[in-house]
Antibody, heavy 122, light 107 residues
């Protein structure tokens, strides 16, 4: 079964840091699929946060997180990461890991994780 | 940034009726538009990619068309399990963007 399982969410104070992980299984995690993080604030729509190409050489960030978040992947460990620094209240959301249909960073997402909740509050 | 505007915000229909959802882009996204369905408490599910291609396992009652800036998702005969929120997404330009969603609700 193809699966993405996120972990690492939780409650953090403003200005703090968290690192999210997304463990992939059931498919070859490598160059043929770009990966992304998409978030959804409570009661709101979807926001594409960051994307990385299959080989990891190309990354993109939303303006709202550029300079604070870092996306990376370890293809040998079948894992995607999102390092989140200088967190703000507006980063509070469910964070989804999503598999792209192609190796480029920009893609449609055919597999999604169940999401991990990040809450930024004092 | 490409802004995707979905209409209507809410669509109230009875099972068996035809649903037509619209997504308009502020600039051309070529054919690189996808549609997702999201039910409460669940992750989104890919329905359509690159304007009109059904994803694996998606029923044939879902179809889509369009190009450039105007796109449409059609559900030929709405089933009870189709009541959900639908999002369009473009991948032509970064930042990739989603529409604000159309809620399909039971009339």
């Amino acid at each position: 079964e193809i699966q993405l399982v996120e972990s690492g969410g939780g409650l953090v104070q403003p200005g703090g840091s968290l690192t999210l992980s997304c463990a992939a299984s059931g498919f070859t995690f490598g160059s043929i699929n770009g990966m992304s993080w998409v978030r959804q604030a409570p009661g709101r729509g979807l926001e594409w946060v960051s994307a990385i190409s299959g080989r990891g050489g190309v990354t993109y960030y939303a303006d709202s997180v550029r300079g604070r978040f870092i996306i990376s992947r370890d293809n040998s460990q079948s894992t995607l990461y999102l390092q989140m620094n200088s967190l703000r209240a507006e980063d509070t959301a469910v964070y989804y890991c999503a598999r792209g249909q192609r190796g480029a960073a920009m893609a449609s997402f055919d597999v999604w994780g169940q999401g991990t909740v990040v809450t930024v509050s004092a | 940034e490409v802004v995707l505007t979905q209409s209507p915000a809410t669509l109230s229909l009875s099972p068996g009726e035809r649903a037509t959802l619209s997504c308009r882009a502020s600039q051309s996204v070529d054919i690189y538009l996808a549609w997702y369905q999201q039910k409460p408490g669940q992750a989104p599910r890919l329905l359509i990619y690159d304007t009109s291609n059904r994803a694996t396992g998606i029923p044939t009652r879902f179809s889509a068309s369009g190009s450039g800036t105007d796109f449409t998702l059609t559900i030929s005969s709405v089933e009870p399990e189709d009541f959900a929120v639908y999002y369009c997404q473009q991948r032509n330009n970064w930042p990739g963007t989603f529409g604000q969603g159309t809620k399909l609700e039971i009339k």
